[in-house]
Nanobody, 111 residues
Framework: VQLVESGGGLVQPGGSLRLSCQASGFNFRKYYMIWYRQAPGKERELVAS????????NYRNSVKGRFTISRDNTKNTGYLQLNSPTAEDTGVYYC?????WGQGTQVTVSS
């Protein structure tokens, strides 16, 4: 039972990046997926969530219109598309389903 994030890295302000969260060992279709992030010295915060079918999504205000959460239930994978990121989006990004957390992937926004 695990979640594995990937796709993080260094991105320039205004660029784009797609994070992936690959699930294994449980019924992926049953659960909402939530992406969190944690910046250095700050608390972990919720970024976006998506329902088990993908019908419903929700975003924190600061990323609305720039980030897109999605999922492919045939691939047991969720995604977080980061468009036009800013330095304030820098942090470790985690996916969570039920009580399972991934290990996180680092996103650094810098020129």
């Amino acid at each position: 039972v695990q979640l594995v994030e990937s796709g993080g890295g260094l991105v320039q302000p205004g660029g784009s990046l797609r994070l992936s969260c690959q699930a294994s060992g449980f019924n992926f279709r049953k659960y909402y997926m939530i992406w969190y992030r944690q910046a250095p010295g700050k608390e972990r915060e919720l970024v976006a969530s998506i329902s088990n079918t993908g019908e419903w999504t929700n975003y924190r205000n600061s990323v609305k219109g720039r980030f897109t959460i999605s999922r492919d239930n045939t691939k047991n994978t969720g995604y977080l598309q980061l468009n036009s990121p800013t330095a304030e989006d820098t942090g470790v990004y985690y996916c969570k389903m039920d009580e399972i957390w991934g290990q996180g992937t680092q996103v650094t926004v810098s020129s």
